[in-house]
Nanobody, 127 residues
Framework: QVQLVESGGGWVQAGGSLRLSCAAS????????MVWFRQAPGKERQFVAA?????????NYADSVKGRFTISRDNAKNTVYLQMNNLKPEDTAAYYC???????????????????WGKGTLVTVSS
């Protein structure tokens, strides 16, 4: 069982930045592709970004965040990050960290790809 704990959410004005962190409980963290999802009120949970096991450069982003968000990981610290720049009001959502045994370099992750979930951290972007 891998426990994932997100942090770094909060309130920010449009155009601002936030960095989310997700700490994993196990050393087997490096065995998983790590994924960020988000869920806005009244909407379905959607894929945001993913990074492969090694984190050496294999990443995948939803079109809506390309060029603004950057996912990275530090396997020595069992932590994955999501740097969010130029935030927009439509980025307002609960952001969830997730672990997957699959790596999808070009297609988007669905919830069925995920084996572990964090509890989420809320990001609010005001206009």
């Amino acid at each position: 069982q891998v426990q994932l704990v997100e942090s770094g959410g909060g309130w920010v004005q449009a155009g601002g930045s936030l960095r989310l962190s997700c700490a994993a409980s196990q050393r087997t963290f490096s065995s998983y592709a790590m994924v960020w999802f988000r869920q806005a009120p009244g909407k379905e949970r959607q894929f945001v970004a993913a990074i492969s096991w090694s984190g050496g450069g294999s990443t995948n982003y939803a079109d809506s965040v390309k060029g603004r968000f950057t996912i990275s990981r530090d396997n020595a610290k069992n932590t994955v990050y999501l740097q969010m720049n130029n935030l927009k009001p439509e980025d307002t959502a609960a952001y969830y960290c997730a672990a997957s045994l699959s790596w999808r370099p070009t297609s988007w992750y669905s919830q069925s790809d995920i084996v572990y979930w964090g509890k989420g951290t809320l990001v609010t972007v005001s206009s």
